[in-house]
């Protein structure tokens, strides 16, 4: 379909530089880019908007149920666009007649600007987990955590485990610390630049708790904290910390795709679970 035909969409010359919220490619001023009113972006001209919902097939062969796999970044595009908004209508409601001049001089607050980098490394991840998708890898996106404002960003279910993955757009090289050992507890600290990390490491292992409650113990559930934008070296890198793994994107996916014990059949049926467990956010 034509991005003309589709009222959210439309083609246009970019006045300003920007960058495809689909593959991260950089988009220069007067590049013909496509813009989405609903996430209020812009992507490339040729790459394929995310899908937020897709049909599979469930536990028996034709049978089918839809499942609504939700939208990558979703939540944190909608707290960006929300503390955007809210600065914009401040600063016109003290400003009437400067306000134009004042926003168009000015930048948002960093705090505001983290969840558009966010939500710019959650996208472009669900993008490519959505391309791998198929009957033995399937995907779900910024899913609610029950009981608690906490989402997680990725869920993919494919036949070596079940994987709960969170993007990070950080800069600086990723590396382990190891403190204390012989006369004092052993520590692991997740460093990334200079600063120290290892909240996000805690994080991702409360999700593991939610998701391993919900497929029960008996199935391989593995953390991952895959930094899109850090500083890798050329060779080496990754490394594993209290059991998740932290890897850059090329290093995630063969991961997933490896082969593993879980059938087709099963790993529709955990999917189908964590989708009714985990609702869309």
Known sequence: MDAESVPDEKRMRLRYAGMCRVCGAELPAKTDAIYERTTKTVRCVDCVPTVAEVVVPIVAPGVVEAIDVGT???SARREFERRRDKREERIWSKHPKLGGLILALSDDP???KAWDVGAVGEE???ARLNELASESLRVLHDRRIPGSRANIDHIVVASSGVYVIDPKRYKGRPSLKIEGGLFRPREEKLIVGSRDCTKLVDGVLKQLDVVRGIVGDEIPVRGVLCFVDADWPLIGGSFT???VDVLWPKKLYPKL???GSLSIEA???LHRRLATGLPAA
């Open 72 to 74: 990558p970044g979703a």
């Open 267 to 269: 790993v529709a049926e």
């Open 110 to 112: 960093q705090s505001t």
């Open 124 to 126: 472009r991840v669900g």
């Open 257 to 259: 795709q490896a082969e």
């Open 241 to 243: 910390t209290r059991a």
